[in-house]
């Protein structure tokens, strides 16, 4: 009698154990793609405030431009002319930024320095640990504490 609900018991507890990992596994996956959709809107933000940016800078290029011909052509001195290449660059980045391939080219970069550069994205003082994040804790929660009395 002993050995069968000891066998059922086992069996119960594997039933439970994977039930458990079933659970674990089915809350990562909805934190990984909860996490995933986050950084989706916030690439799209980007996106678009680089593209409302856009539309302003390119307005005060324009406005820019056709004030600094006009002060070129009047005092006749192309010098005059020359806030226009920086402020076109700035342009071109802001085009690439909002429209272009930038954003592209920079995930290429990022996953060429994850492979082949990991070392350059070590934290300082390595990964947190559960230890050094409760000695962080505790020496706040001290702080605190005597800040209290």
């Keep these: 009698m002993g050995f069968l609900m000891s066998k059922s018991m086992d069996a119960n ?4 154990q994977e039930f458990m990992l079933h659970n674990s596994r089915l809350q990562m996956e909805r934190q990984i793609l909860m996490q995933n959709q986050m950084r ?7 996106v678009a405030w680089s593209r409302e940016f ?14 600094l011909t006009a002060g070129a052509i009047k005092r006749k001195k192309a010098g005059v002319l020359a806030p226009i290449v920086p402020l076109g660059f700035i342009l071109a980045y802001q085009m690439d930024s909002a429209y272009g391939t930038l954003v592209y080219r920079m995930r290429g970069e990022a996953e060429n320095i994850m492979a082949s550069e990991h070392d ?11 230890e050094s994040i409760e000695k962080a804790r505790r020496a706040k ?3 605190i504490s005597l800040l209290e009395k």
């Excluded at 507890?13 to 439970?16: A, P, S």
């Design 13 to 16: 507890l594997q039933k439970q």
């Design 40 to 46: 989706e809107r916030q690439m799209a933000m980007q």
């Design 54 to 67: 856009l539309k302003y800078f390119g307005s005060f290029f324009a406005v820019a431009a056709v004030g």
């Design 120 to 130: 350059r994205l070590d934290l300082p003082l390595g990964t947190p640990t559960f």
């Design 141 to 143: 929660s001290g702080l």
